[in-house]
């Protein structure tokens, strides 16, 4: 017979301490991480490709630390967030009265990342006419600033991520060829977090740990249920999407038994397959199940299953309905 739940074991607890959370041993992973210690040493430029959400910053940083240039800076941009007419002057800084609103000259993020490394996060996303000027700065380590003729030298290591189709982007001249070329000098892949299920239970319990230590909560116990249910998700935010829902999961949960509310994730997978809709179910009347049998049949009131589970007494009592799950025949009333 299944065991109904886990523990968070010592080495569980020991890994999830990792300075940079780049936890995993699926093979995606460990590819992955090996590229990463290969490439840290070196100066040359780093594009990380994956979906949104996969952990590419932390891959960036992990670069960044395992190299030469680790007591250096280590400055982000994201060219997705900065409107194009401010992004060349979050590059490249500019000089007082450069454009209407430049009241003061201001430092560019390629001068903070002297000596360090600068990681340009949504690379995809950088309009086509600033592309040239990013080219010249990476073959000849220096720039201007706006409004300025002053050349300034700068030694930066590029590294840069994306969840677009560069390849895709330069055949439609989206995307400069020799500047997709010139960050393109090693690639890393980072896998999906439907690529990476026996990562999962790892990943939960770090997260569970986490946000139990942020939110003064004490938290030993994940069912087996639930582990298997969030398996069989799809995960289209990836192993942000986890976090996000553990999160959720650590708020809801008043005792030591995780909450997971297995049901928000029914809306969010509309790839899944029949089998995984019906493992969601099963998972969570589950769920319900043990929670009801561990406050002896109870729903309502401060000690009932409705507040252990984070849901008002009707919408329990509702799903109860909707799962079928009823009350032992010995009992007399639900609440």
Known sequence: MATLATTMPTHRREQSRSEHQLIGSSLGMR?????VGMVAPTDSAVLIQGETGTGKE????????QSSRRHEPFVTLNCAAIPSGLLESELFGHERGAYTGALNSAVGRFQLAHQGTLFLDEIGDMPLELQPKLLRVLQEQEFERLGSTRTIRVDVRIVAATNRDLFKMVEERRFRADLFYRLHVFPIALPPLRERVDDIPLLVWHFVRKFAERMNRQIDIVPEQAIEALKQHSWPGNIRELQNFIERAVILSSGPVLCAPLGDLKGSGGSQTSAARLTLADAERSHILEVLRQVDWVVGGHRGAAVRLGLPRTTLL????????VPEESRQSLC
């Open 58 to 65: 932390l891959i960036a940083r992990a670069v960044h630390d």
């Open 318 to 325: 509702h799903r109860m309905h909707k799962l079928g799950i």
């Open 31 to 35: 590819r992955a991480l090996n590229a």
